[in-house]
């Protein structure tokens, strides 16, 4: 069966009364998973520990919505063999059977898009938009690199020579560790696991303990494709306690990582050092923070389009996405006026329970409420001035308003610090090649924007702005698979470039084999 060419998932229209009606039913539906208890699987058997974990509406912490293991050291390394001794066998599936299980997979996800999106509601507190888009990427993450395994798998072109012939391969690493993050916890998830097993790998796949919910119903559904088993290990549980060993177990053979800094570099420390029986260098693939800045010259096609993509980049999923605008670089000529029109624009922007699908919901958990607010009142410790927000809401979730400060000082604390949060600063340039400056002096590289309509400028700015992904005269979020390739530079990992036609290369290794032709 031959695949048409990849095209993206397009995204729901809630506006659209058949659509509203159908995932409200959704949100319904997938509360019958709620109080059930869910184990961890390893090459198809079932555990359980003594030790749960819970996983928590943030926007409302008296709802759990489902309760997990946590996983023991033991269980880890178990995933870890198991994976080991599965991938004798999976690494000579074709390649072409392996791509299908992603046909099969994302063909199911289509038909229940709405209870993958509705879990993310009530597990992450994404409004219903950004649960669509974030179901909707881990649709096009199977669709994508299905076809590109496809493409790895062909004939690649290498210079002829008369008396020999050549044919390079790609074959697959071995066990991988995967650990991805709370805050795209399916679409992250789905593309670095399928990436890796869809190359002839096999996985320990760890989701956040923020988010096991949404990554047990992707389990289920690889179990529904029956994806053999032990392909993909499923292992809940603290990322101190089984991460590590997950990172320095002698077997494993690569990690995917998604999220801190601090725990990317942790993991890439701990994979560096090698273990007694270890016959490889690791590999580590990480996508890590951003502090991502959005410049705002001075001449511009419309100052209303920088105001409403600033907010809606430092605002949207309550700032908690690595590509956020956490920090926006403004002229000093129009600096006050742009400071009005955000307090004016973000009044729009009001916060509740997810689940009502409100502009802005709870950041993921009380840690994250309490960091925010530390932040704010750090910024105003160091001169800055709060302009929009600046407090907690009370209620049983974690909710913090979108918060604005301006006149801070370029070096300050939340100029140069991820946050995670719904906290946008504001910083006065003095001119554009001040304001790149500014936008190139923390020690991230992930995203960023520039909106002018100067076209010297913009060029420059294409040149001289050191990120990853970076978007002229549009906001800094909503990368789409094999449109924007993802990732970035310095600390923000290792410019995996997710969705790109290079990611699938991170999970392979070539092999050249050379015949003599022998003249009878």
């Keep these: 069966m031959s695949h048409a060419k990849f095209k993206n998932e397009p995204f729901t229209d809630f506006t659209n009364k058949k659509n509203k009606q159908a995932f409200e039913k959704a949100l319904d539906k997938v509360t019958s998973r709620f109080n059930k208890e869910y184990p961890v699987v390893i090459g198809g058997e079932k555990l359980y520990t003594n030790e749960k974990l819970h996983s928590v509406n943030p926007s409302n912490e008296d709802m759990v919505l489902g309760t997990f293991q946590k996983a023991s050291a033991e269980m880890a390394v178990k995933a870890i063999e198991t994976a080991y001794a599965t991938f004798q066998t999976w690494k000579n599936v074709a390649p072409k059977k392996r791509a299908d299980y992603l046909f099969k997979a994302a063909k199911l996800m289509r038909k229940r898009k709405h209870e993958f999106s509705a879990m993310m509601v009530y597990e992450v507190g994404k409004n219903w938009a950004e649960a669509d888009g974030d179901t909707a990427e881990a649709i096009d993450f199977m669709e994508f690199y299905a076809r590109e395994m496809l493409r790895w798998s062909g004939d690649q072109p290498l210079v002829k020579l008369p008396d020999e ?140 389009d920088a105001v409403k993509g600033t907010i809606s980049a430092a605002f949207g999923f309550q700032g908690q996405k690595c590509s956020a605008c956490s920090r926006v670089i403004v002229h000093k000529d129009i600096y006050d006026k742009f400071c009005d029109a955000l307090v004016e624009n973000v009044k729009t922007v009001k916060v509740d329970d997810a689940v009502n699908n409100p502009p802005m919901g709870p950041v993921i958990n009380k840690r994250s409420q309490d960091n925010c607010l530390r932040y704010i009142s750090k910024a105003v410790e160091e001169g800055g001035t709060i302009i929009a927000g600046g407090n907690k809401i009370e209620g049983k979730g974690y909710f913090v308003e979108p918060t604005i400060i301006k006149d801070v000082d370029r070096k300050a604390t939340i100029a140069q610090e991820e946050i995670f949060g719904p906290v946008l600063a504001v910083i006065k340039a003095n001119d554009f090649d001040d304001a790149i400056e500014i936008a190139n002096n923390t020690m991230f590289g992930l995203t960023g924007a520039i909106y002018t309509k100067n076209k010297k400028r913009l060029h420059k700015g294409a040149k001289e702005f050191f990120a990853g992904n970076l978007y002229l005269n549009r906001k800094c979020t909503g990368a789409l698979v094999g449109v924007h390739p993802f990732g970035g530079f310095n600390m923000s990992g290792t410019d995996s470039k997710a969705g790109g036609r290079d990611y699938l290369g991170l999970f392979m290794q070539a092999k050249l084999t050379s015949e003599k032709k022998i003249r009878k």
């Design 165 to 304: 012939k050549n044919h390079l391969e790609y074959l697959p690493l071995g066990v991988g560790a995967i650990i991805p993050p709370w805050n795209f916890p399916l679409a992250i998830l789905v593309g670095m696991t399928t990436s890796a097993f869809v190359t002839g790998n096999t996985v320990v796949l760890k989701p956040s303990s923020d988010s096991p919910a949404i990554a047990q119903m992707f389990f289920e559904l690889l179990e529904e494709v029956k994806l053999p088993k032990g392909v993909v290990n499923f292992v809940t549980g603290g990322g101190g306690t089984i991460g590590d060993i997950l990172t320095q177990h002698h077997l494993t053979r690569f990690i995917c990582f998604t999220g801190s800094m601090e725990v990317g570099l942790r993991i890439n420390e701990l994979a560096a050092k090698t273990q007694p029986g270890q016959i490889w260098i690791k590999r580590v693939v990480a996508e890590m923070g951003g502090k991502d800045s959005i410049v705002v010259d001075k001449e511009l096609h419309s100052f209303n």
